[in-house]
């Protein structure tokens, strides 16, 4: 079963948080049974935080698609949630 958009959501902020934290020498501390435990020291650069969860979300859930029915086939609310989602994080890049 396809994880939610909340769960993708949650395990990208997560991911590059711990990369970051990683990459620069500061602290993230993760709890042992629940991703939602998260310690942070230091200074993190939340617009790719929120770039990632974005990028996360670019595939709809189950659930999503089930929304949506006649006329709309699967294939194109899938490609209208991409195109959305595309559109999001073209914002504020250079030249847009």
């Not at 993230?28 to 790719?48: H, I, K, S, W």
């Not at 006649?70 to 030249?95: C, H, S």
């Amino acid at each position: 079963m396809m994880p939610t958009m909340i769960a993708r959501a949650t395990q990208a902020a997560l991911d590059e948080l711990i990369q970051q934290a990683h990459h620069t020498k500061q602290n993230a501390y993760v709890g042992d049974d629940d991703v939602n435990d998260l310690l942070l020291d230091g200074y993190f650069d939340l617009t790719t935080v929120v770039r990632h969860v974005i990028e996360a979300m670019r595939e709809p859930t189950e659930e999503m698609l089930q929304e949506y029915g006649f006329p709309y086939t699967r294939e194109m609310v899938t490609a209208n949630w991409k195109a959305m989602i595309d559109a999001a994080l073209k914002e504020g890049q250079a030249g847009s």
